[in-house]
């Protein structure tokens, strides 16, 4: 008999899935069911029996305000009646130019430009493409790209090829393109790294770094004074400098922007995940009028030939519009604030136990790697920690042994102490009590 994909109310939706679907970073081989979510509201999901899940990672990390935020919806409603899209070419729109005109003045930097895009990887390929064609705009010949090792940036290409070489990009290595690897700057290798930046200064066209947290390479914090350092190092040489605020916006890190707690500035500067509230795919590469006046010219090569067809999306600006109202409010920075104590105040229960290690914060983000087996992404304790959450009504997904709490700025006291003693059981699970 012929399988009817159209009349399957009869089969769960689980097995509706199984059969037409392929999720992101996933081995379908042997994998556990995906959970039916029909509902979210704050910081919880709703499964299709009714039980319900604390987002402990906001949803890989791109929910602020909770789920389904009646503000954010009726905006992006409201604009749907209006206009839900027109091409972004020779069209302009309110919504677009209202969002660039608020955030501009909200970034970490003299940023003058808004350039949209879909997520989080386009946001950095069209920053990349900034910083080489700016370059070949005015004749010059940097070819270099200055990365950090273990940064993530992306899964397209080009955000790829500047992203740490491993197991997310194996398959692909010898279609990425060669950049500039180097470590995160410490006090004890400052000094190497800025005699490297002045020895190599004019072959480089770029750098790009995830300000002060590292996240998909392992939630890893680095010295934002070291930082500061190497950035007055490469401008001096002229460098451009990106920064990658596409997780560290929008209140992840405790400030605004994770660029409030450097005194160097980017030129440019690229967002996605909480710009909407994580609720519309939306990316933004904001740069500074020395960036956007090196494509000003009555010679048409020299314009940036990059577009999407979603572009500025109406919808997709609303719910920034809307988002950044909320986070605008004071009981929002309240609401960060206090997340962060409490990660400050829960480092100290967890760091006596042997199998932590390494407990460290930064605003809303709490990280500790557990020793057991190999580190990295592929020891399968996340798993098991991902499977034992579940049970206990709580969603948390581990980088291999990285054990990480980012949640939406909503949780109560009572959720995050849910996740609190869930973590610490976990610890006597897998360790045995704290040296006393
Ligand atoms: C998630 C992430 C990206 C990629 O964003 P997508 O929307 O997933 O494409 C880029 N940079 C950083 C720092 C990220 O955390």
Not at 28 to 51: A, E, N, R, W, Y
Not at 272 to 296: I, P, Q
Not at 341 to 357: A, C, G, K, N
Not at 368 to 394: H, P, R, V, W
Request: net charge negative; with cysteine; glycine share 8%.
């Amino acid at each position: 008999m012929e399988r009817d994909t159209f009349a399957p109310m009869d089969r769960s939706l689980t097995e509706r899935d199984r059969q037409v679907i392929w999720h992101p970073y996933t081995q379908h081989k042997g994998f556990l069911p995906p959970i039916p979510v029909v509902k979210g509201k704050d910081s919880l999901l709703f499964d299709d029996t009714g039980k319900t899940y604390i987002d402990a990672i906001s949803s890989w990390w791109v929910n602020i305000h909770g789920h389904a935020h009646p503000y954010i919806a009726e905006k992006i409603y409201q604009q749907a009646l209006q206009l839900e899209h027109v091409i972004f070419t020779g069209f302009t729109h309110e919504p677009a130019v209202k969002l660039a005109e608020r955030l501009l003045p909200l970034l970490p930097g003299d940023f003058s430009r808004v350039f949209y895009s879909d997520n989080g990887s386009t946001a950095v390929e069209v920053a990349i493409k900034m910083a080489i064609q700016y370059w070949g705009n005015q004749g010059g010949h940097r070819k270099k790209i200055l990365v950090f090792h273990h940064s993530y940036h992306g899964d397209t290409f080009g955000a790829m090829s500047v992203s740490e070489r491993g197991l997310f990009t194996d398959a692909f290595r010898e279609y990425l393109f060669e950049v500039r690897f180097i470590d995160t700057p410490s006090p004890e290798n400052i000094d190497y790294l800025r005699a490297l930046v002045q020895k190599e200064g004019p072959e480089i066209a770029c750098m790009l770094y995830e300000p002060l947290l590292q996240a998909a390479g392992g939630m890893r914090l680095y010295d934002a004074a070291s930082l500061d350092l190497l950035l007055e190092a490469v401008r001096q040489q002229g460098i451009l400098v990106i920064a990658d605020e596409v997780l560290t916006g929008f209140g992840r890190t405790g400030k605004r922007f994770a660029g409030e707690y450097l005194h160097q500035k980017a030129d440019i500067i690229c967002l996605s995940k909480g710009l909407t509230g994580g609720t519309m795919a939306l990316g933004v590469t904001a740069s500074t009028e020395r960036v956007f006046d090196a494509f000003l010219s009555d010679d048409k090569r020299k314009t940036l030939f990059h577009g999407h067809s979603f572009t500025a999306n109406p919808l997709a600006c609303s719910a920034a519009l809307a988002s950044l109202d909320l986070l605008l409010q004071p009981d929002c920075q309240d609401r960060i604030a206090r997340i962060a104590r409490r990660h400050t105040d829960f480092l100290e229960t967890i760091r006596p136990y042997p199998i932590v290690r390494d407990a460290r914060a930064l605003g809303t983000v709490l990280a500790f790697e557990l020793n057991t087996g190999d580190d990295g992404y592929t020891n399968s304790i996340g798993q098991q920690i991902t499977a034992a959450a579940l049970g206990a009504g709580i969603y948390l997904r581990p980088l291999g042994n990285t054990v990480y709490f980012m949640p939406p700025y909503c949780i109560t006291q009572k959720e995050m102490d849910q996740v609190y003693d869930f973590l610490v059981h976990c610890l006597v699970r897998y360790s045995g009590n704290p040296v006393t």
